[in-house]
């Protein structure tokens, strides 16, 4: 018989063809008993590295988690691959809790979940002195460190436990580790340094998003019109914010629960349930809510208000995209959110408050920042982004910005700042350039200084903005404890010596992102239903969550490459031995039966590399090959007859990268037939279809942005696309 590899149970049981990056060396040190320390994405494939070694090694793998969700999770998803695995925490009855301690004594499970509670009781040391432990697997490792975003005291006493078993390897995991807490984990389970994995905590298939927030229902419903059917999560900080916006969601008739601690334990699993399985949409919840929860298909996370910390942040945007398919991350933010939580922050002591000041002044940087939001959040974690430009955050995506002369805004709030002694934040500043007559104001006796109300030009908003770019610039410092503006050696030459200051002058109104998700799966959307259909109802029989049957990655992958023989499922993205015989033929069933009915014949599995559709043919590569630009290619198709909705059927794209097609053929001098459908594709008054159109006439159809100006933002940037399609198709 041949010997079991990684490479070959990688395949046989969980279905994939490769490793993800430094998961086969991590694999290695630990079939070697080298304790190690793996640090990899939210969604990186962590379990991996300690699930594959439990079937190769001897003696028993016992996994310590936080987190009762995840352990639920994992041991799900382990015994549909047929893993044995057990759990060990308070959700079990005491007939279950004994029954698993039976199994895990007579040698029958390979893997032990247990929270470090548990762990640390008599009771559980009684039963693994009895056993070969061969590993020792902790997970959200970054527990361990007080300066971590989530420090646990009782993790610190796992060293004892590694003292008790020290032929176990010891293999620490987390996601979300500074190299500062990365050498305070090392320290405390005497990991060396050479022995440490560092993945990229790149996400590229996250478009990642910050908005000003100033309506943030009226935005997160207009978000949530772009992803219809989808999952996501949404993050408040507050109970009360959960039930409010759950109630408002619930009126306009989305699928919603909520979830935080006031709900009652029942309440909560209900909810928590209901949305894995797929039954509901949406979760509106506190951060506690997706701890250890591998839901693959999540499609948008979005922070109505602001999290506590980067490491916090980047934890909870890993909860989408989890499948690698593309995922969307909006951030509403203003100055008030932050306010908000030095509130809660001050109540804090020493040491605590100080972590907690720190970790609010970096998310305040990068929520407020203009450069590449990937380049920043990857500089947290120590690593060095390669590229200038993402290509998939809101900031790269808007291009260069066109720099004005903000001088004279940049000195009334230099002034100001000086004026009002250098001790208040940005808030205050911008209350006194506004005239405000709030209480602070009058108590300091500020609505007499010069500078009191000269500011009516702009409002709140781009004040707040002025004082961002002028932080970003190194004209101005900010206290980290208290928020107190200062001004830099380079802002007071700046008011004595009258230069000039470049920087980017604040829209009246701050539009919605013109992001686009990138990488549309090249699978048939109709089929991919169909089998999205099926799952359900098979998990529902088996009474687990759909993702636990197949990911929406391995049906995409079916929907792209119809796999109807044995051999084709198995070449299937997440298509393992034991997936194949208890769920591939009536997955094959239903490919079979849909491939008849369209005439569709086989064809080999496509490459790895090629499985996600490449981007629509550039002119340059059209030049290279000879190609048609296939937005001509689009555009002839739309002059001979085809529709719209048959040409985003054909090329299985979004119905706005069409438009974007023809848009450009329009733009270098090609001619539309009239239709009917771009004029039934807008949905705005007629009166504001026609300054829409006047606006156009007046600026030009170059840029989008100018007329969203125009607007004051009433029209959003795909409704602008439309009608600026129906103006270029107007006879001239």
């Known amino acids: 018989m041949k010997a079991k590899t990684p490479e070959s149970i990688l395949k046989d049981i969980f279905g994939y063809d490769q490793f993800r990056p430094l998961q086969r060396e991590v694999i290695k040190n630990v079939l070697d008993k080298r304790d190690t320390l793996a640090i990899m994405p939210t969604g990186g494939g962590k379990s991996l590295c300690y699930q594959i070694p439990a079937l190769l090694l001897d003696g ?42 039976r199994r895990v004594r007579s040698g029958e499970v390979r893997l032990l979940y247990v929270a470090p509670e548990t762990l640390l009781t008599p009771r559980l040391f009684a039963l693994l002195d009895s056993l070969k432990v061969d590993c020792l697997t902790i997970d959200e490792a970054h527990c361990i460190s007080e300066w971590g975003h989530d420090f646990r005291p009782e993790y610190r006493q796992l060293e004892g436990v590694r003292k008790r078993y020290p032929k176990a390897v010891c293999l620490a995991l987390t996601a979300t580790a500074t190299p500062q807490v990365r050498a305070d984990i090392c320290q405390h389970l005497r990991i060396a340094a050479d022995n440490e994995f560092v993945a990229s905590f790149d996400r590229p298939n996250l478009l990642i998003e910050v908005l000003p927030k ?55 699993k209900q909810n928590q349930d209901l949305f894995i399985r797929d039954d509901v949409q949406i979760i509106v919840a506190t951060i506690a809510f997706g701890l250890g929860i591998n839901k693959p298909n999540v499609r948008f996370v979005v922070h109505y208000d602001l999290p506590k910390s980067i490491e916090s942040y980047y934890q909870e945007i890993g909860r989408a995209g989890r499948d690698g398919l593309p995922a969307h991350c909006l951030l509403l933010y203003n100055y008030g959110d932050s306010q908000k939580q030095r509130y809660f922050i001050d109540q804090k002591q020493d040491l605590e408050r100080e972590v907690a000041l720190r970790q609010l002044s970096m998310l305040t940087h990068y929520a407020e920042s203009g450069g590449c939001r990937r380049v920043l959040l990857l500089e947290h974690f120590g690593e060095t982004y390669a ?97 107190g503006l200062t001004l830099t050696e380079a802002g007071r030459k700046v008011l004595r010596a009258k230069e000039t200051i470049l920087g980017v002058l ?110 629509l043919s550039s002119e340059e590569t059209a030049e290279k090959t000879g190609a048609v630009p296939r937005h001509v290619v689009v555009a002839q198709a739309f002059n001979a007859g085809q529709t719209l909705a048959g040409l985003v059927e054909q090329y299985i794209v979004r119905p706005i990268t069409i438009l974007d097609h023809l848009t450009q053929y329009t733009q270098e001098g090609g001619v539309l037939r009239a239709s009917d459908e771009l004029q039934q594709m807008v ?27 125009r607007l004051n933002g009433l029209v959003n940037y795909d409704e602008l696309k439309i009608l600026r399609l129906i103006f270029l198709s107007q006879p001239r």
């Open 214 to 268: 100033n309506d943030p229902l009226g935005q997160t419903l207009q978000f949530l019109q772009r992803y219809p059917g989808q999952s996501g999560i949404i993050y408040c900080f507050s109970r009360k914010q959960v039930d409010d916006l759950t109630a408002a969601l619930r009126r306009q008739k989305y699928s919603v629960r909520a979830y935080h601690a006031g709900l009652s334990d029942d309440e909560r």
């Open 60 to 101: 028993l793998t016992v996994v310590v988690s936080p987190l009762i969700a995840l352990m639920n999770d994992q041991v799900g998803q382990l015994d549909q691959n047929g893993v044995p695995a057990v759990f060990l925490n308070s959700s079990l009855s005491s007939e279950e809790y004994q029954d698993n301690m």
């Open 387 to 483: 590229a200038a430009n993402c290509a998939n955050c809101d900031n790269c995506l808007a291009g260069q910005k066109e720099e004005a002369d903000i001088t004279v805004p940049a000195q009334k709030f230099l002034s100001c700042v000086v004026r009002t002694g250098e001790r208040f934040g940005a808030a205050h500043i911008v209350d006194v350039l506004l005239g405000s007559k709030n209480e602070k104001v009058l108590k300091f006796n500020h609505q007499t200084l010069s500078t009191y109300g000269i500011g009516s030009e702009f409002s709140r908003k781009q004040w707040e903005q002025i004082g961002r770019q002028l932080l970003q610039k190194a004209l101005l410092a900010k206290d980290d404890e208290y928020g």
């Open 506 to 615: 604040p829209a009246a109104d701050a539009p919605t992102s013109a992001a686009k998700r990138k990488g549309e799966a090249a699978y048939d959307g109709v089929l991919f239903d169909r089998l999205r259909k099926r799952r359900k109802e098979l998990a529902d029989a088996a009474h687990v969550p759909p993702y636990m049957i197949f990911s929406d990655r391995s049906l995409a992958d079916m929907a792209a490459n119809t796999p109807r023989t044995r051999e084709a499922m198995l070449a299937v993205n997440g298509v393992g031995e034991v997936k194949l015989k208890h769920y591939g033929e009536a997955f094959m069933e239903i490919i079979r039966q849909y491939c008849q009915e369209k005439g569709i014949s086989a064809r080999p599995k496509a490459p790895a590399a090629r499985r996600t559709a490449p981007r």
């Open 683 to 709: 949905a705005l008054p007629p009166e504001l279809q026609a300054s829409t159109l006047a606006a156009f006439a007046e600026l030009g159809p170059e840029k989008l942005r100018p007329v969203y100006d």
